[in-house]
C-alpha cells in the first residue's frame, strides 16, 4: 500500500520534470511576455481608471504560479507566490466592495515584493544553470532585470508610505496610479535614463536609488560575462563536426547550372549577390538609414523641404539592397507600403494643407519600415556562421531600427492623447520626425536630458520599455555574437 501511494505521488513529480526539461527555456519567455505585459500594459491601463485589469493581473498571477512549477521544483517560492496571489486577490475584493485604505498598498506591495524575490530566485538559477546559451535563456535574463525594477518598485512604495516627502514629483496613496507610477520610477532609475520628473529627496530615498542604479549599470555587464562564460564552457564540450566538402553530391554550392546547364535566371543571379555582397549590404543599409535619421530629417526639421524628397530616393535604395539580403515577400512588400506612404505624404504636403492624416500616413509608414527590415537584418545578423565586421554593422543597424519603430510610436500616441508628452508638439511640421527620434534615442540611450518627458500612465511605460531594450541590447548582442563565433569555430 505505502509503494503503491509513493508511486502515485511520484508519477506527477516525473511529468513535471520531463516537461522541465522539454519546455522550461521555452517558459522563460513565455512568463517574460507576461511579466511585461503587466508592466508595460497592465499597470498603465490600471491607471488610467480601467480597475478590470487588475482581475486580468489576477489571472496573470495563476499562469505564472503554473510556469514556475515546470520550471522549478521549490516549494518555498511556490507558497510565497501562492501567498501573493493571494494578497492580490484581497485586494482587488477590497478594491470592489470598501472605500480605499491606506494598508491596501502596503500588502499589494508586500506580495509584488515575495513575489519578485520568489519569482527572481526560480528564474536566475533557470538562466545562469550550465548548459547552451539560447535564446530562450537570454529573453529570461531581460525577465530578470524587470524583476529586479519590480522589487525596487515595491520598496519605493514602502518608503513613499513610511516618508511621505521621500520623493518629489510622486504621491503614493492608495489609488489606481500608484503602481504604475512606482514602476516608472524604478525603470528610469535602473536604466539610468532619469528625466528629472520625479525625483528622490529623503536620504533614504536617495540611497535606495543608489543602489538600483548601480545595479542597472553592473547587470549588463555581469550577465554577459556569464553568458560568455556558459557558451565557452558548453563549446569545449562540444564533438567536432566533419565539415561537408564543396564538391560533394547535395551541396549547397551546386548552381542552376550544375543541376543541368540551365541558364541562371534573373533569381539566381540575386541568390549570387546575397551569396557574395549580403554582408556588405547591410553597412550599406546602415548608411542610409543613419543618413535619414541624423541629417535629412534634421535639414528637414530646419526648412530644408527638399531632402523629404531625398528621403524617398534613400528609400528606394534601401528596398533594393534588402531584396538582396533576403527575398522575403512579406518583408518586401510591406516595405514597399512605407515607400508609398512617404511618395503620398510628400505629394499632399507639396498641394494641400497640413493635416493629421500626413502624420499618421508617414508615421505608418516608416512603422512598416522598422518592422519589416527589422526582422530581415536581424535574420541575416543572428544567422549560423563568420561574425564579420559587416554583420556587426547589421547590429547597429537593428539597434537604430528599434528606435525609429519606437519613435513612431510616441507619434500615435502623441496623437490619441495630446498631454502625453511634455516638451513636444505633435503637428504635421518639419520638426515633428526630428524631435520624436531625439525623443528616442535619449530613451533607448538611457541619457534623459529632462527637455522631453513622458506624463501619461501609457507614454511612461513606453519610454520604460525602448530604456529597457536600450540597456540590454548590448550586452545580449554580444553575448548572442560570442555565442555564433563559438559555434563556427568549433572545438
Known amino acids: 500500500m505505502y509503494s503503491q501511494t509513493t508511486r502515485m505521488a511520484t508519477k506527477p513529480l516525473a511529468k513535471a520534470r520531463g516537461l522541465r526539461r522539454k519546455y522550461g527555456d521555452h517558459l522563460l519567455t513565455a512568463l517574460a511576455l507576461v511579466l511585461a505585459l503587466y508592466m508595460f500594459v497592465f499597470a498603465p491601463l490600471h491607471a488610467m481608471g480601467f480597475f478590470v485589469f487588475h482581475g486580468f493581473i489576477t489571472f496573470a498571477l495563476f499562469g505564472i ?70 535564446y530562450h535563456r537570454i529573453i529570461g535574463a531581460i525577465l530578470l532585470y524587470l524583476l529586479i525594477a519590480l522589487a525596487f518598485a515595491t520598496l519605493y512604495i514602502f518608503v513613499g508610505m513610511l516618508i511621505p516627502d521621500a520623493f518629489k514629483g510622486i504621491t503614493f496613496a492608495d489609488d489606481w496610479g500608484v503602481g504604475s507610477a512606482a514602476v516608472y520610477l524604478s525603470l528610469v532609475t535602473l536604466t539610468s535614463t532619469g528625466y528629472g520628473d520625479i525625483v528622490a529627496v529623503h536620504p533614504i530615498a536617495r540611497s535606495l536609488c543608489n543602489i538600483e542604479s548601480i545595479i542597472g549599470q553592473l547587470y549588463p555587464a555581469t550577465l554577459l560575462a556569464r553568458l560568455v562564460t556558459l557558451e565557452l564552457s558548453q563549446s569545449s564540450l562540444a564533438e567536432k563536426t566533419v565539415a561537408v566538402p564543396s564538391n560533394a553530391p547535395g551541396s549547397p554550392a551546386t548552381n542552376s547550372a550544375a543541376r543541368g546547364g540551365v541558364t541562371p535566371s534573373f533569381v539566381d ?189 501609457l507614454a511612461r511605460s513606453l519610454c520604460n520599455m525602448e530604456s529597457v531594450v536600450g540597456q540590454l541590447f548590448p550586452a545580449t548582442l554580444l553575448a548572442r555574437l560570442v555565442a555564433l563565433e563559438l559555434r563556427d569555430q568549433g572545438p
Request: charged share 10%; glycine share 10%; hydrophobic share 60%.
Open 65 to 134: 504560479i503554473g510556469a514556475m512549477v515546470q520550471i522549478a521544483d521549490r516549494p518555498t517560492a511556490l507558497y510565497t507566490m501562492a501567498i501573493g496571489l493571494g494578497a492580490n486577490g484581497a485586494v482587488l475584493f477590497l478594491h470592489l466592495f470598501y472605500p480605499p485604505w491606506p494598508y491596501n498598498l502596503y500588502i499589494m506591495a508586500a506580495a509584488w515584493l515575495g513575489i519578485s524575490i520568489a519569482f527572481g530566485e526560480v528564474v536566475a538559477e533557470a538562466v545562469f544553470r550550465r548548459g547552451r546559451v539560447t
Open 269 to 457: 543571379g540575386i541568390r549570387q549577390l546575397r551569396r557574395d555582397h549580403g554582408d556588405w549590404l547591410l553597412t550599406l543599409l546602415a548608411g542610409l538609414l543613419a543618413l535619414y535619421m541624423f541629417v535629412f530629417a534634421s535639414l528637414h526639421s530646419s526648412g530644408v523641404f527638399e531632402f523629404h524628397g531625398f528621403t524617398i530616393v534613400t528609400l528606394f535604395a534601401m528596398i533594393a539592397a534588402m531584396l538582396v539580403i533576403s527575398d522575403h515577400r512579406v518583408a518586401l512588400a510591406i516595405m514597399s507600403v512605407g515607400v508609398i506612404a512617404n511618395v503620398a505624404v510628400l505629394v499632399l504636403r507639396l498641394l494641400y494643407k497640413p493635416s493629421v492624416f500626413n502624420i499618421v500616413a508617414m508615421s505608418g509608414g516608416w512603422l512598416a519600415i522598422a518592422i519589416a527590415l527589422g526582422a530581415v537584418v536581424a535574420n541575416a545578423v543572428f544567422e549560423r556562421g563568420r561574425v564579420t565586421y559587416h554583420r556587426i554593422i547589421g547590429a547597429i543597424l537593428l539597434y537604430l531600427l528599434i528606435g525609429l519603430g519606437f519613435g513612431t510610436l510616441f507619434v500615435f500616441l502623441g496623437l490619441s492623447f495630446p498631454d502625453a508628452f511634455k516638451g513636444i508638439s505633435f503637428a504635421d511640421d518639419s520638426a515633428l520626425a526630428s524631435s520624436v527620434y531625439y525623443l528616442s534615442f535619449v530613451t533607448l540611450t538611457s541619457t534623459g536630458f529632462g527637455d522631453i518627458i513622458p506624463v501619461h500612465p
